[in-house]
């Protein structure tokens, strides 16, 4: 965990907590790979294939769909939260940091080049401007193109998973960061709620979710389905949007642990 995030960790508990250790600094010995390298269509292609010699016969946009889950989930969390509770801008464009990878080309952390600085400003596509535009805006369109899977379907894998995100913030976190959170004349959920930008450009993170009563309970459902359930080890998640036509019956055998790769 870098130093400037030492405050969330006395008032985060699991599973946000788990994402404290996304960020390193230079110090950190682990050789990494610039993002905007990464995105190079002569290099991006041999990360995609993250443990070949495991998928070889597997399906490779699912493949690829999981990867970026992964880098989404080490990525997002931690530069949102650092924003909304602890008014710190990190420095998150992809000419600005690297990713580090496991031993099965899997991202593990993202190397930022500072701590970040302190920020008042409160309009969440400000703050947020160098996270959407300037990393996830191309990583989508690379990983899109490498992969041959739609931007479409990227965009939801960030978009729930920021949806989700902001609801843990505002639900689970116990301080008064947390009641800053909510109270803020600064409204976060704008980034999922908000049909486009303030610039008028269309917000490729908006409106994730659908969310339906089943037999009386809320269930939520992502807009486009991951395709993880093309990996037979992997099966459906509970959000899948294929499952909705069967939501009236009992889905416990049907359903496969949600990804949650943040640990």
Request: proline share 8%; glycine share 4%; hydrophobic share 45%.
């Given at each position: 965990?870098i130093?400037?995030?030492?405050?969330?960790?006395?008032?985060?508990?699991a599973?946000?907590?788990n994402?404290?250790?996304?960020?390193?600094?230079?110090?950190?010995p682990?050789?990494?790979?610039r993002?905007?390298?990464l995105?190079?269509?002569d290099?991006?292609?041999?990360?995609?294939?993250?443990d070949?010699?495991?998928?070889?016969?597997?399906?490779?946009?699912?493949?690829?769909?999981?990867?970026?889950?992964?880098?989404?989930?080490?990525?997002?969390?931690?530069?949102?939260?650092?924003?909304?509770?602890?008014?710190?801008?990190?420095?998150v464009?992809?000419?600005?940091?690297?990713?580090?990878?496991?031993?099965?080309?899997?991202?593990?952390?993202?190397?930022?080049?500072?701590?970040?600085?302190?920020?008042?400003?409160?309009?969440?596509f400000?703050?947020?401007?160098?996270?959407v535009?300037?990393?996830?805006?191309?990583?989508?369109?690379?990983?899109?193109?490498?992969a041959?899977?739609?931007?479409?379907?990227?965009?939801?894998?960030?978009g729930?998973?920021?949806?989700?995100?902001?609801?843990?913030?505002?639900?689970?976190?116990v301080?008064a960061?947390?009641?800053?959170?909510?109270?803020?004349?600064?409204?976060?959920?704008?980034?999922?709620?908000?049909?486009?930008?303030p610039d008028?450009?269309?917000?490729?993170?908006?409106?994730?979710?659908r969310?339906?009563?089943?037999?009386?309970?809320?269930?939520?459902?992502?807009?486009?389905?991951?395709i993880?359930?093309?990996?037979?080890?992997?099966?459906?998640?509970?959000?899948?949007?294929?499952?909705?036509?069967?939501?009236?019956?009992?889905?416990?055998?049907?359903?496969?642990?949600?990804?949650?790769?943040?640990?």
């Amino acid at each position: 965990m870098i130093p400037s995030l030492a405050p969330a960790a006395a008032f985060l508990s699991a599973p946000l907590s788990n994402y404290l250790d996304a960020f390193v600094l230079a110090d950190d010995p682990r050789p990494g790979i610039r993002v905007s390298e990464l995105l190079r269509p002569d290099v991006l292609p041999d990360f995609l294939c993250w443990d070949g010699t495991c998928h070889e016969r597997s399906d490779r946009r699912a493949v690829c769909s999981l990867w970026s889950l992964a880098y989404f989930h080490r990525l997002i969390p931690l530069t949102v939260m650092s924003g909304a509770l602890l008014g710190l801008d990190l420095p998150v464009g992809m000419d600005e940091t690297e990713v580090i990878f496991d031993e099965h080309r899997m991202p593990v952390a993202i190397r930022l080049p500072h701590e970040g600085e302190i920020s008042v400003e409160t309009d969440p596509f400000i703050r947020f401007d160098p996270l959407v535009r300037e990393h996830l805006e191309p990583m989508v369109t690379a990983v899109s193109r490498a992969a041959g899977i739609s931007q479409k379907l990227l965009w939801n894998n960030a978009g729930h998973l920021l949806e989700w995100l902001l609801g843990e913030l505002s639900t689970r976190t116990v301080s008064a960061c947390a009641s800053c959170f909510r109270n803020a004349t600064c409204n976060w959920n704008a980034l999922v709620r908000q049909q486009h930008w303030p610039d008028g450009d269309r917000n490729c993170l908006f409106d994730p979710v659908r969310y339906e009563l089943v037999d009386g309970q809320p269930v939520s459902w992502r807009k486009v389905c991951c395709i993880r359930y093309l990996l037979p080890e992997h099966g459906f998640c509970s959000y899948c949007p294929h499952l909705r036509a069967k939501a009236g019956a009992d889905l416990s055998s049907t359903l496969a642990k949600p990804v949650v790769l943040a640990a």
